[in-house]
């Protein structure tokens, strides 16, 4: 596979991920987690009607907080990517985890909570199967491909890289870090070289950051350029068998065949991160609306319905 290909699958699926990693409003869910048997989501339930370099798909992309050795987690990032390929216009549409949604058989809850109970009851593909569904829904618009990833996979990635250099606009401490050794330690504003695991911790901060979840959204940014300057580096050239061995186990459900991933490559020939556009799905934060799976109230994300399909026909729906 050429570098330029390379950097392409990794713009698109890992970087577009990372990108909007930081928007939305994260919360964390107090449910005790149902140990399930792992399924293996890999497979393609349904194929798109349209190869993507004829037009445009829609990719669901989906962070995970599962630990290291779980099998369950909760969403920590949403979003949903319109890729237009052949106007080489690509859109990006965080849907808070929060959002308010109804779960058949049991009312209205959260995105991440529906996505949880169903992934505890059905595992990983049921899990995925129930947020596209409530993303549908919300949208309007139809899932093609899937994507979900986890911190650790991304950690790996970097690894096999041997480091990224990271460029930090502000001090950052780690208010909950992955690694206990971690706890409250603070990599200074500046240029630093990292290992996979430095990087996962700072991207995964964001309460010590200026703005929170805007601060985070900058330090993805760095580590995209981090990783894009990485894979420019001749020496990394030699690494590509590992990266590509990486790669595949990147996400830990997905319906992307490897084929189709070269065809988006190849389709997006030439992509620069300022073709890229975010939104984020319309709506207000309540405080105290009633949640009826934790039968408590609670922080919730209300949808404004004209102002989403206001949003989508404006900019979603492909034009021919």
Do not use: C
Request: avoid cysteine; charged fraction near 25%.
């Amino acid at each position: 596979m050429k570098r330029r290909q390379w950097k392409s699958i990794v713009f698109i699926l890992l970087g577009l991920f990372l990108l909007a990693g930081g928007f939305g409003i994260y919360k964390v869910m107090d449910t005790k987690p149902v140990t399930n048997p792992p399924v293996n989501g890999n497979e393609p339930k349904d194929k798109p009607k349209e190869e993507p370099a004829n037009g445009a798909v829609n990719v669901l992309l989906l962070g995970s907080d599962i630990r290291r050795d779980g099998e369950l987690g909760h969403t920590d990032a949403i979003v949903l990517a319109h890729l237009d390929v052949k106007e080489k216009k690509y859109k990006l549409m965080s849907i808070p985890r929060d959002t308010r949604v109804y779960l058949e058989g049991v009312g209205n809850t959260k995105l991440t909570s529906a996505h949880y109970m169903v992934q505890s009851q059905k595992g990983v593909q049921g899990g995925i199967n129930e947020i596209i569904k409530q993303v549908q829904a919300l949208t309007g618009l139809k899932v093609d491909y899937y994507a979900e990833t986890t911190y650790w996979r991304f950690q790996e990635m970097i690894d096999a890289l041997g480091g990224i250099t990271m460029t930090l606009p502000f001090d950052v401490t780690f208010t909950h870090a992955w690694y206990p050794e971690n706890l409250n330690k603070t990599i200074s504003r500046g240029t630093h070289f990292l290992d996979g695991e430095m990087v996962t911790e700072v991207v995964h901060e964001r309460y010590s950051l200026p703005g929170n979840d805007f601060g985070r959204q900058r330090l993805h940014a760095e580590a995209l350029i981090g990783l894009a300057n990485a894979l420019e580096d001749p020496k990394n050239v030699a690494k590509l068998p590992k990266l590509m061995e990486t790669f595949s186990r990147l996400f830990i459900a997905t319906n992307v065949t490897k084929d189709e991933m070269l065809k988006i490559a190849a389709a997006t020939k030439g992509f620069d991160p300022s073709q890229v556009q975010y939104f984020q799905l319309p709506g207000n934060g309540v405080n105290g609306i009633y949640d009826d799976a934790l039968k408590e109230n609670n922080w919730q994300y209300v949808v404004d319905q004209n102002k989403t399909k206001q949003m989508v026909e404006e900019h979603f729906l492909h034009k021919e």
